[in-house]
């Protein structure tokens, strides 16, 4: 019984089939036996023998247990950190965060080359804490009040840019400033709209000191007293409402609560001042003192979005899920639907407006709200929506900022796309008087009548879903699109450059883990392994590791649809489940979501790429062979008419070349659900001679550079309808790479889509037409 026990507890935790590991290992022993060690396997042979593949997951449950299953299903097996076997991937939190597993400190020793790995230096302090997104508001603010230096046309151009890095060494200090600055300017078109006003407030954290015990703020705890001071002055908005966030030890939004700011507290920064030290703590602290709540003295302040959209009458916002695939040359993709978050309550602007969390801020069955799932789901009428692609969405989707005076029922056509009063009069159903039962009730029977009759109304108003989805894929999700590509555009940097990080502390960490790797692999470097994937080892972890990340962001929208970002979370919870129950309290499940994206980076080797590698070899030899003309082009102009020394023209190196092989590697097995978000996708009007799309700017500025024709008889490169728009200066706000710039020239002028034969289209939902109660879609 003992045993059984153990074994049932080390199933359930790595929960595998037990099947898979001795077959494969079985698999790979008599292969290896049969092998004949003299000759070397063909790309052929090495698709065939299918080596075993070793994943580790953090201690979290969602990680444990329904990321762990679907890597099993992938035909992965779980590995010890210790293992000869060495690991091939890694999904969990990040290595610099809290819960960072106990293997993280030697993680040189656990991974083998090409490793790929869920976790990227500096991504916690860039977004992961609360107290980040206050720094990156401000941030934006100093960047856009800076003057940036002229420099014509040419300020644009990469070329000049990577001349830029490459002397500063040899310029003067005036002169390295200059240069600073403009690449600063470059990235100030990256800061983002949908950023929310936020400051952070770093109070007193030892409780036996005065101020703690008396809740006292001094001015040095707010570094940005003064400029909150001018914004709330000029925004003339009054009364302004903030939600305050403990910056640590919070999940299911412990400890936040709303703060009103009138504009008797705008008088001064000293009244400012006095708010804050009134605000930090909830008013349950002053009845009844509970130490997880009232002892969090570090809080952001974050400006709240008091007009909302609304689902049924109900606040609500969304969980995105971002990934980072490669942040060197950059890849992003993105899901193409958000998870809905909606509240337990009704929302009510007017009177009591701070008293309940549970209208405003507590969303998705939060247990401090008290409400059962039959209880939560009965107002809606279809059900809870499990994603903003879903008709049952949009059928209770409502912007109160969009909509007019005028009643009458929906007609025909599409939305303007201008917001302005009015416009949301074709998703709005005859008034309240159209409909018997509106009265106020007072027997059984009556109250039954208005129930049936809110009902009703509810479902035909539902019937004008098709024209909600289709303003929803028109301006609100690109406005989505914009906004994380420019987001992770402009953390790059950031990412990539340890002299841009911000805190000293972690530069100085960093510097010790970097000296403590070297004395590692300079000890270990004349040791081999036994074992058949042998690891070779590199004195940097960043080339030796393919580094991922999955984002998953909370994003707010306004009552006129214009989104905004809460927070982004690098640990964020892995939503969702294969099981009939469903995840996250029975409201969400999983349709190959988290198994595509374990694709996208590799989890399972790219099964689809032998059907085609040789179009796929083809290709990068022909964008190679154009990139090298161009070369040699620019070579022979420049040396005759060019006075100003220019570094050489780029050349299709084999680090150019892999990069290219991995991008299509990564959206050949993107599936239905997920597409590359940047570099963006191209739409390619003509195949073979024939119109295949309606592209947008064929020919005309997109903002990416012109390039060959793609193989395969693919031309005229436009942008798809509905499609975020990137300008070639938030391009240039990346700071790009020679790699970085082939990479995004491959994927933008050749069409991929006839090397694989996977669609690829950017976009909302892009599900096929469907009907809905009686509707269909547009």
């Known amino acids: 019984a003992g045993l059984g026990g153990v074994l049932l507890e080390e199933s359930a935790r790595i929960a595998s089939p037990a099947w898979r590991k001795p077959k494969a290992l079985a698999k790979k022993q008599q292969h290896n036996n049969n ?83 869920g976790s990227v230096d500096g991504l916690m302090e860039m977004f992961g804490q609360k107290d980040s997104y206050a720094r990156l508001f401000w941030y934006c603010k100093t960047l856009q009040k800076e003057k940036t230096p002229e420099r014509g046309p040419a300020a644009l151009h990469d070329e000049d840019d990577d001349d830029d890095v490459r002397s500063d060494n040899k310029k003067s200090k005036h002169a390295r400033e200059e240069a600073d600055r403009r690449r600063r300017g470059r990235r100030k078109g990256l800061c983002p709209t949908a950023w929310l006003p936020s400051f952070n407030v770093h109070g007193p954290t030892d409780p036996r000191s005065q101020r703690f015990r008396k809740g006292r703020v001094a001015r040095e705890d707010v570094p940005e007293l003064d400029r909150v001071y001018e914004l709330a002055r000029s925004s003339g908005t009054f009364p302004m409402y903030w939600i305050v966030k403990p910056q640590k030890g919070t999940f299911l939004s412990r400890g936040m609560h709303l703060a009103k700011f009138e504009e008797t507290d705008a008088r001064s920064p000293t009244t400012v001042l006095r708010w804050i030290e009134r605000s930090v703590l909830e008013e349950s602290c002053f009845k009844k003192y509970d130490p997880s709540k009232c002892d969090r003295r570090d809080v952001t302040f974050q400006l709240y979005v008091h007009k909302p959209a609304l689902f049924y009458d109900r606040k609500f916002d969304m969980r995105l899920w971002i990934l980072v695939t490669s942040l060197s040359p950059l890849r992003v993709f993105l899901l193409r639907h958000a998870y809905p978050k909606v509240a337990s309550r009704p929302f009510i602007e ?46 209770g989707l409502r912007f109160p900022g969009l909509a ?22 074709r998703v709005r159903i005859s008034g309240p008087d159209a409909l018997p039962g509106t009265a106020a009730a007072t027997t059984p029977a009556e109250r039954a009548a208005a129930r049936e009759a809110e009902t009703l109304k509810r479902k035909q108003a539902a019937r004008t879903w098709p024209l909600k989805e289709q303003f929803w894929s028109r301006h609100v999700w690109p406005q989505i699109e914009a906004t994380f590509a420019k987001v992770v555009m402009l953390a790059r940097p950031n990412l990539t450059s340890p002299e841009l990080v911000r805190r000293s502390s972690s530069a100085r960490k960093r510097a010790e883990q970097a ?40 994003v707010t929208l306004d009552d006129k649809g214009r989104p905004y970002v809460e927070e982004i979370n690098t640990n964020g919870l892995i939503m969702g489940t294969h099981a009939h129950g469903g995840g996250a309290g029975n409201l969400f499940f999983d349709d190959a979501y988290v198994r595509t994206f374990l694709r996208i980076v590799g989890a399972d080797g790219y099964p689809y790429r032998a059907s085609y590698a040789e179009r796929l070899d083809a290709a990068v030899e022909a964008f190679c062979q154009t990139v090298e003309a161009d070369a040699a082009r620019s070579s022979s102009s420049s040396a005759s008419s060019s006075k100003r020394r220019r570094r ?131």
């Open 35 to 117: 092998a004949t060690p003299a000759a070397s396997p063909t790309a052929a042979e090495e698709d065939e023998e299918e080596p075993v593949r070793w994943y580790l997951t953090s201690k979290r449950k969602d990680f444990e247990g329904f990321v762990a299953e679907e890597l099993a299903e992938l035909g992965l097996c779980q590995a010890l950190p210790n293992s000869s076997a060495g690991v091939d991937l890694y999904v969990g939190e990040q290595f610099d965060s809290g819960n960072a597993p106990w293997w993280a400190s030697h993680r040189d020793r656990v991974f083998n080359d090409g490793a790929a790995v």
């Open 350 to 395: 007017k009177g009591r407006f701070l008293d309940d969390q549970c209208r405003h801020i507590k969303m998705l069955l939060d247990p401090a709200c008290n409400v059962t799932l039959r209880a939560f789901t009965a107002p809606f009428p279809y059900d809870f929506p499990r994603s903003t692609a879903s008709p049952v969405f949009f059928a």
């Open 404 to 425: 007019g005076s005028s009643a009458g029922p929906p007609q025909k056509g599409s939305f303007s796309g201008k917001f302005a009063p009015g416009i949301a009069d």
């Open 515 to 554: 000296r403590a790797r070297e004395a590692f692999l300079a000890k270990s470097s004349s040791s081999s392994s036994s074992s058949s994937k042998t690891r070779t080892p590199s004195s940097s972890l960043q080339k030796r590791l393919r580094a991922f990340a999955l984002l998953s962001p909370d």
């Open 648 to 778: 050489p023209p780029p050349t299709c190196t084999e680090e150019v070349r892999a990069a290219c092989r991995q991008a299509v590697h990564e959206e050949a097995h993107a599936g239905p659900h997920w597409y590359r978000l940047y570099p963006p996708i191209s739409c390619f009007a003509r195949r073979n001679g024939s119109e295949t799309a309606d592209c947008v700017d064929v020919g005309g500025v997109t903002g990416l550079p012109a390039g060959p024709a793609a193989p395969g008889g693919s031309t005229a490169v436009g942008r798809w309808p509905n499609q975020a728009v990137l300008t070639a200066a938030d391009v240039a706000g990346v700071g790009e790479t020679v790699v970085d710039r082939l990479v995004r020239r491959f994927l933008t002028t050749t069409d991929t889509e006839l090397i694989h034969g996977i669609p690829q289209v950017p976009g909302h939902g892009r599900w096929p037409p469907r009907e809905f109660d009686g509707t269909s879609s547009i």
